[in-house]
């Protein structure tokens, strides 16, 4: 009988260990520590480069993994758990999120910033203005020749994107098109560079790309990118009023292609998603790196002075 009882202790005790021992489930990451992923469209190649470095810098135990992925790529990355947070140009909408709650996922939506879409063309092409009405029209396809816009001639005028389903592509195309498709002398390339190399050796296109890839402080490419285009103002006829994608035109509204963006986090507990959201987000901190790229943070960096008043 002893026996037996000291078999059974023994076998109890060695199971206990095992459960101890063995491989856990459970995550090991914390706001600021661990690993994660976070998928974007190509345009915030550039600021995420910059928030990256100076998160894991000031985390030496964080691992921050960018995977660029088109909009809806991205979406498919969160729900099934490939990635904890994604950048998008818009909310999840109703039905989207009906497909998250039903596998018990709530992501939560934080607008960050705003930026905008920038047209570009050849440094030699002379003509840096364009009508938004005329560029509707040259994505429809009434216009396909410089010349119907009364400018440089019987030479074609192309468009190029960064690539179909782009956050750029789907801006254009829902903003100006009502969702209608682009027609042939549209078309997509494979990055916002590749967009940018066509331009300028082609000096009848025009390029469409995010302006962060032409206006951020931070990276070097960008104001080298900068040098090898010509930045088109876009605006109305009837004003007379153009505006490149400048900070302060972005700011109050004049420049006509502006868009906010958002980071959507999957994780309900202080993960390193969360922490890397939150972040982004601080006024002196994250936000001061929106601000040097080129986009309008929404969590504005207030300093505070003191002056002695005699």
């Known amino acids: ?33 661990g690993e994660t992923k976070i998928a974007m469209d190509d345009s915030y190649t550039f600021l995420f480069e910059t928030l990256t470095r100076v998160f894991e810098d000031q985390n030496p135990e964080a691992n921050i993994i960018s995977i660029i992925k088109n909009e809806t790529n991205a979406i498919d990355a969160l729900l099934n758990d490939s990635c904890k947070v994604i950048v998008l140009n818009r909310e999840l ?11 018990n996922i709530f992501p939560k939506s934080i607008k ?21 009405e005329d560029l509707k029209s040259l994505l429809t396809g009434k216009i396909t020749k410089w010349n119907q816009l009364g400018k440089n001639g019987d030479k074609d005028v192309v468009v190029v994107f960064d690539k179909p389903n782009s956050a750029n ?17 549209c078309f997509g390339v ?20 995010s302006a962060g890839w032409i ?35 972005i700011h109050d509204g004049s420049y006509p292609f502006s868009r906010s963006v958002y980071l959507v986090n999957r994780q309900t507990r202080m993960g390193l998603g969360t922490g890397f959201v939150n972040f982004i987000c601080r006024a002196d901190k994250g936000q001061q790196i929106v601000t040097k ?18």
């Open 1 to 33: 009988m002893k026996k037996t009882i000291n078999t059974v202790f023994i076998v109890l005790l060695i199971f206990l260990v095992e459960c101890k021992s063995g491989p856990s489930n459970e995550p090991t990451d914390t706001l600021t520590s």
């Open 93 to 103: 909408t109703k039905k989207e999120l009906d497909i998250f709650e039903s596998k």
């Open 112 to 132: 960050f910033a705003y930026d905008a879409v920038a047209l570009i063309i050849h440094p030699e092409n002379p003509d840096s203005t364009i009508d938004v």
């Open 169 to 185: 592509f789907r801006y254009m195309k829902d903003t100006l098109l009502g969702g209608k498709e682009l027609q042939k002398n």
């Open 190 to 209: 494979n990055s916002n560079k590749e967009v940018i190399d066509y331009v300028t050796k082609n000096k009848y296109a025009i390029g469409i790309i």
């Open 215 to 249: 206006t951020d402080d931070y990276s070097n490419a960008a104001k080298a990118f900068l040098k090898s285009v010509r930045v088109m103002g876009i605006g109305h006829k009837s004003s007379g009023l153009y505006y490149k994608p400048y900070q302060y035109y």
């Open 293 to 310: 790229s080129g986009l309008i943070p929404v969590y504005a960096y207030i300093r505070e002075i003191k002056a002695n008043v005699e």
